[in-house]
Every structure is written in C-alpha cells, then in structure tokens.
C-alpha cells in the first residue's frame, strides 16, 4: 500500500463526460431560478459571460495540463509556476470548492428525489455519498464508465426537453429583459460561475488518462463548448415558458418547465434527469476532489498517509475516505453557502491557471513542453485575470470575506505544517533568475518536467537514452577550426574507449577527408570504426560561434560525435538513425541554442522526438 503511482485508465469519452457530467447539474436544475430572480431574462447573458470567462481559464488549464498531466491538477501546477505558498492556498481553496460543489449537488439530488420520494433529503445525501466513496475505491474506470452512461443519457433528456419546449416559449416573458440593470448581470455572472466546475474535475485525474497531452485538452474544450450551449438553450426554454412569476428562487425550474409543455409525465422524466445529473456531479466530485490531498501530500505540503495507493484497486482510498467525510459534513451547511463558497474558490482557481501560464512562458523553462497552447497568448490570461477579479468584487463584500477566510486557513496549514517539508522548485524563481542573473535554481525543476514528459509521452529508456545520460557535453563560447575540435573530442574521448587520444584523432581526421561528415550548415555527424570490441561512445558539442568544417561548412553549431567498435555496428547505425530524428524537428535549432548549459543540451537529444 505504499504506492503512489497511478494507472493510465481513461480515453476522450471517459474524460468528456466526466467534465460534461459534472457540469450538467446544479448549473441547469437548481441555479437557473435563483440567478432568475436576480438578473431577470438577462440571466443568459449572465450563464454566456461567465462560459466566456471560464473559456479563457479552460484555454490556459488545457496548456498547463497537456505540459504537467499530474494527479491533483490545477494545485501541480500553479505549485510549480508560483511556488508551495500559493499551490497550498489553491489546492486547499480546490479541494474545499469541489467537496462544496459536490455536497451541493448532493442535497439538489435529494431534493429532487422527494419529487418522487417522501425521504429525508440528508439520509438519501449520506446514503448516496458512500455509495460513491465504495465507487471510486473500487476503481476509477469503474467510476469512469458509470459516468459515460448517466451522461448519454442526461443529454438525450436535455435534447427531448429543448426540442419540444422552443415551440412553447413565450417572447412576453422576455420583455422586461435587465430588470436589475446590468451591474446584476454581472454578478450574477459570478453566481452562476461554479456551473462550470467540472473542468477542475477533469484536470485532476490526468495522470490517470492515456495520453494526457491530447486527451484532456480536447476533453475539456468539447465539454465546455457542448454544455455552454446546452445551458443557453435550457434557460432559454425555462424562461420563455415559465415567466418570472414562476421562476424566480424555484428549485426545481427545470421540473416546472417540464410541467408546462410535457404534463405531469415530463415532470417527473426532468426530475428523473436531475437526480441522474446530480448523480453524476457527485461521483465526478469524489474522483476528482480526493487527487487534490493526494497531490498535496507527496510534496510534503498535507500528511503522507493521504498519498497511499491501494495496492489492489490501484485508487488513493485514503485520500476519498477523507473527501468524502468534508462532503459529508458539507451536506449540513445552508444552500446559499454552498453556492457561493464554491464560485468564489472557482473564480480564483481560473485565475491562479491565468498568471500560471504566464509565469511558466516567461520563466524559460526547457522542459516545460505543453502539446496544447493557448491561442493568443498573453491576452486571453490577461483578460481572464481581470476577468475573474471584476466577478469576484462584483460579488460583494461577503464573498471577499469567505476569500479571506479560506487563504487565511491556507496559509496556517502551509506556515505550521508544509513550510518545513517542501523543498519544490518552482517557475517563479526561474523567472526572477532571468531578469537579476542571480543563481536560485538547481534544475530540480527541468529533471522533474523532464521526466513528467517521459511519463506523459510513455517514453521508456533504451540504450542510446542511457549513453546520452551519461556521455560528454562540451559547451564552447568561441570560434574553432575543424583540427583543433577534434583534438578537444580525442583527449575528452580516449579515456573511456581505452584508445590513444593521437590515434583517435587521426582517425576522425581520415575520416572526415574521405567524405564529410556535415548533414547541414549547422549540424555534423562525425562517426568512426575503432578496433577493439564492445565499445561505443558519443559525445555532444554545442559551439555558440560556429565550428569551421570547411570553406562550405563554416558555422556548425551542433556536433554529434559517435565512436565504436565493429561489433557495435548495429547499434552504431540505431544511433545515427535515432540522432537523424531528432535533429528533423521543427523546433530543434532553437531548443539547443537556447539551452541554458550542459545539462539543458543533454535534455534536448533525450527529449526529442523519435522512433523507439
């Protein structure tokens, strides 16, 4: 049980309807009625400003989890852009928001079922919240495929639901369009903004999903696109057949909606999707919440126990056991709490993945290679910064309060507990390290991206990546004749292949006069047959000012030297194919000049892309 690793088990379905399943609920079936009564008919451009502003977040969320596809999400990597201060404010105000949400769409479901049901709604809520714990403990496939049935059949209902109430809608219903002006608009906006929580859940679980890099972005593109217009056209037929006498503060307006056009029958088909929808919620919530705690202890920030793996279901059982005891505690507090607690850590979370963004561009980090980036960049972080702190005070003074509160609670925890256990290096340091030129960073941070790619592109090392690991990496600032380069290659080489360094010096000379070993004006090969068996060597060489080969060849910049015995033919003609590869990337000049030393260029070759 002392594992910690995760296996990759979920695809595209799995993870649209992960995000769309935990979207579909409270933002459809219970918030319309109260954000109704607040901004009128306008409440759908309150639900677009707001699947606006979460588009901005979600773009800058698909780039930093297509780069850092680990477990606990939004709190991985605002932790390695900003730092163990403000990943501990985020992955506690996350794991408190989605154990909210969560327990909110457990007393909506409850609700709902006393529809049908005459039960105690906290019975039914408590009742349903362990069933979900044994869920997720069983297995996160298991909890997958539960969640890709309610969703197909949530949007079937929805589909039924809009087709046949547009007819019915009342355009008299839409006349007094922004009774409340505008400024209620606005914060209404901000009211109905954890309707679009579900994507938090999604980034959560992508060390869990097979090939993150392009899954997980267009998993949670696809979901947002889709249920932003699912929640325009809902509302649109809500309101249109209900009218503001029957809407406003209705907590089930999806259910009386069904009412008007369908009868008692749609009704309860409504209400049965909505007990579904906050079914779903609940048991995305669970898997997604508890990869938060599990994140935050294996960087020594909460307490290693909550980072356990159990061995035969492969799930962090310690860490649900605990989210579901918040979310259990949780299904005592009133509504409006709920509701607004949960938008308010959502709003800031969008914004910490805002400025994250920005801080891991600017930092110059090698290693940090997202396969999604955000179109637009910076605009889109900078209006999604501005974004959500014009929602956040358009709240109001309470939610600054409850912001307050939770930061406070964050930063105790990190002060008395994580302070003295964290020791993770992180993108803002790197940043700073580029405008002072001061040394503040170990590559700590390039070695853990470096092997956070390796997991997420499912590379395995082989022999060449072991050499290279290992080799010699010469670093030269100034100009130098094609004589002089091999003579440094020949003394660095010589010692390991057992060879004299004159004797091996005459032979890269020979062979460069029988044909050169120049693929380009930038880049040499040079590769030679030496006597002996079982040796092979390679060497790296970066030269800033050019290398001259030749009146043809004057500036090469990048050398691989490759050095064996006849025995190791083989693999001498792997390594030549494998190195072929990598330097036919697109990008590849420009990482290795831009490398910021040995190690960086060592980084380069092992991290391209090539056939293994």
């Known amino acids: 049980m002392n594992s910690t690793k995760l296996t990759k088990k979920l695809g595209l379905l799995d993870i649209f309807c992960i995000a769309s399943g935990a979207m579909i609920s409270s933002g459809i079936f219970i918030l319309p009625g109260l954000a109704h009564a607040r901004a009128g008919p306008a409440v759908i451009v309150s639900y677009f400003l707001a ?91 298991e909890a997958g495929k539960v969640q890709i049935g309610l969703v197909i059949g949530l949007l079937a209902l929805m589909i039924i639901y809009v087709v046949s109430g547009i007819p019915n809608v009342n355009v008299e219903y839409f006349k007094d369009f922004a009774p409340n002006g505008m400024p209620a608009v606005f914060s209404t906006a901000g009211f109905v903004f954890v309707s ?98 599990l994140a935050l202890s294996r960087d020594g920030l909460l307490p290693d126990f909550l980072k356990k793996v159990n061995k035969r279901f492969q799930t962090p059982h310690i860490a649900i056991l605990t989210t579901g005891g918040i979310m259990i505690v949780s299904l005592f507090f009133t509504l409006d709490i709920l509701v607004e607690a949960a938008s308010t850590v959502l709003i800031l979370t969008y914004l910490f993945s805002s400025a994250a963004v920005i801080v891991m561009r600017q930092s110059g980090l090698q290693n940090y290679r997202p396969q999604f980036k955000s179109p637009l960049y910076p605009w889109v972080q900078i209006i999604g910064i501005l974004g959500c702190g014009f929602l956040l005070f358009e709240m109001g003074r309470e939610v600054l309060l409850i912001v307050g509160i939770l930061v406070s609670i964050a930063l105790i925890v990190y002060g008395f507990y994580g302070r003295i256990r964290s020791r993770k290096e992180f993108a803002l340091l790197y940043l700073i390290e580029r405008i002072t030129a001061k040394e503040l960073t170990t590559r700590s941070l390039e070695d853990e991206l470096k092997e956070i790619i390796r997991e997420r592109d499912d590379i395995s090392k082989d022999r ?44 890269l000379l020979k062979r460069e006069k029988e044909s050169t070993t120049v693929i380009n004006p930038d880049i040499a090969l040079p590769h030679i047959i030496i006597q002996g068996s079982g040796k092979f060597g390679i060497l790296l060489a970066r ?56 190690e960086g260029l060592r980084d380069v070759v092992l991290l391209g892309k090539r056939k293994r």
């Not at 989890?65 to 996350?94: H, Q």
């Not at 992508?206 to 997980?216: C, D, I, M, Q, S």
């Not at 290992?470 to 292949?497: W, Y």
Request: hydrophobic content about 55%.
């Open 464 to 507: 060449f990546d072991e050499l290279i690991e290992k080799c010699t990496v010469l670093d030269i600032d100034q100009t130098m004749e094609m004589e002089e380069f091999f003579r440094l290659i020949a003394d660095e080489m010589s010692p390991e292949l057992d060879i004299e360094a004159e004797a091996l010096y005459g032979l």
């Open 51 to 141: 699947g606006l502003l979460a588009m901005m977040a979600v773009l800058s969320q698909a780039e930093l989890v297509s780069a850092m596809p680990k477990a606990g999400g939004t709190y991985f990597y605002v932790t390695r852009s900003m730092g163990p201060v403000v990943g501990t404010i985020d992955g506690l105000l996350t794991w408190f928001s989605l154990c909210l949400k969560t327990a909110f769409a457990l007393v909506g479901m409850a609700a709902f079922t006393r529809i049908l049901l005459n039960m105690n709604i906290h019975i039914i809520a408590i009742t349903l919240c362990f069933i979900f714990i044994a869920i997720n403990i069983i297995g996160i496939k």
């Open 196 to 293: 679009f929580g579900g994507i938090l859940k999604v980034a959560s679980i992508a060390e869990e999903v097979k090939n993150p890099g392009r899954t997980v972005p267009l998993g949670m593109i696809l979901s947002l696109l889709i249920v932003g217009i699912f929640y325009i056209l809902v509302i649109f037929v809500t309101s249109g057949v209900l009218g503001a006498s029957r809407l406003d503060n209705s907590l089930t307006p999806i259910s009386d909606g069904a009412f008007v056009f369908l009868g008692e029958w749609g009704k309860i088909l409504l209400s049965i999707a909505a007990i579904l929808a906050f079914v779903s919620t609940a048991n995305a919530g669970i898997m997604a919440a508890s990869r938060y705690p």
């Open 543 to 598: 030269c800033r000012e050019g290398i001259k080969f030749s009146e043809n060849a004057l500036g090469v910049k990048t050398v691989f030297v490759l050095v064996g015995t006849r025995d190791e033919r083989n693999f001498h003609l792997k390594a030549l194919a494998a190195i072929a590869q990598i330097v036919q990337e697109v990008d590849f000049e420009r990482r290795w000049i831009t490398a910021k030393n040995k």
